[in-house]
C-alpha cells in the first residue's frame, strides 16, 4: 500500500492553478508554499515548472507525508520541506514568490493575520503573492456549495471560516502587497494575486 498521504481536492485543483501560475510566476525564482498539506501540490507545480525553486512548508505534522511525496519525486528544484506554523518562526530566505492553497478558512483569522504580517520579513520588495481557495465577497457566499463548506469547518471549529476578500485584501494591503488580479476557478474557488510594492 502507498504510504504516502493522498488529497483528491489537490488532484483535481492542481491542473487549473498550475495554468495561472505558469503566467503569473513565470518571472520567479524562488517560491515558498505555506501549508503544503500532502505535497502533491508542491511535486507537481516544481515538475511542471522546472525554473523555479519550490519550497515547501507546512506545520510539523504534515512534513513526514510532504517528504514522501518529494523523496519519490526526487525533483533537483525541491529541498527538503520545512516546518512552518504561521505563528511561529519562519524560515531565514528570501523567497520572490508565495504560494498558498486551502489555507486560510483553515487558520483562524488570527494565524491569517499572523501570515500576512510576516510577509515581508521573506519576501523580495517586488514579491507576488497568489492564495487559492473559496472566498466570500462583500459578506456573501458566492455559491450554496461554499455555504454548505462554510457550515461543515464551523462544525469542525469555531475559528474556521471562509474569509472575505475585502478583509484578507486589507491584511495584503498592510503587508505592502496590491491587488493584481482574482481569477475564479472551478467549484466556486478563486486564485488571488497580489504583488509587493513597498
Ligand atoms: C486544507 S489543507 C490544504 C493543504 C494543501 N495546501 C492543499 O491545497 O491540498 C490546510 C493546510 O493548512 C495548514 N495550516 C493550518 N494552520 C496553519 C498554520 N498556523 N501555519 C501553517 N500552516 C497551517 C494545514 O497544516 C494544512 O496543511
Same mark, same amino acid.
Given at each position: *500500500? ?55 512548508? $507546512? /506545520? ?54 499572523? *501570515? ?43 475559528? *474556521? ?6 478583509? =484578507? ?8 502587497? $496590491?491587488? =493584481? ?10 486564485? +488571488?494575486?497580489?504583488? /509587493?510594492? +513597498?
Amino acid at each position: *500500500m502507498d504510504p504516502k498521504p493522498h488529497s483528491s481536492a489537490s488532484e483535481r485543483n492542481r491542473d487549473p492553478i498550475l495554468g495561472v501560475l505558469q503566467g503569473y510566476f513565470a518571472d520567479r525564482r524562488r517560491v515558498l508554499e505555506i501549508g503544503s498539506g500532502t505535497g502533491q501540490h508542491a511535486v507537481h507545480f516544481a515538475r511542471a515548472l522546472p525554473r523555479l525553486h519550490w519550497q515547501a512548508s $507546512d /506545520r510539523d505534522g504534515n512534513l513526514p507525508g510532504i517528504r514522501a511525496w518529494l523523496d519519490e519525486a526526487a525533483l533537483p528544484n525541491t529541498p527538503p520541506a520545512v516546518e512552518l506554523d504561521v505563528t511561529g518562526a519562519w524560515p531565514p530566505q528570501t523567497f520572490d514568490a508565495v504560494f498558498s492553497a486551502n489555507t486560510l478558512h483553515i487558520m483562524a483569522w488570527p494565524e491569517v493575520e499572523a *501570515m500576512f504580517a510576516a510577509l515581508p520579513g521573506v519576501t523580495t520588495a517586488d514579491a507576488k503573492l497568489a492564495i487559492y481557495g473559496p472566498f466570500n465577497v462583500d459578506g456573501r457566499y458566492t455559491s450554496d456549495s461554499n455555504a454548505a463548506f462554510d457550515a461543515s469547518l464551523k462544525a469542525r471549529s469555531d475559528a *474556521m471560516g471562509i474569509r472575505d476578500i475585502a478583509a =484578507v485584501d486589507a491584511l495584503a494591503r498592510s503587508a505592502g502587497f $496590491d491587488p =493584481v488580479d482574482d481569477i475564479a476557478m472551478p467549484a466556486n474557488n478563486r486564485i +488571488r494575486l497580489w504583488q /509587493r510594492s +513597498r
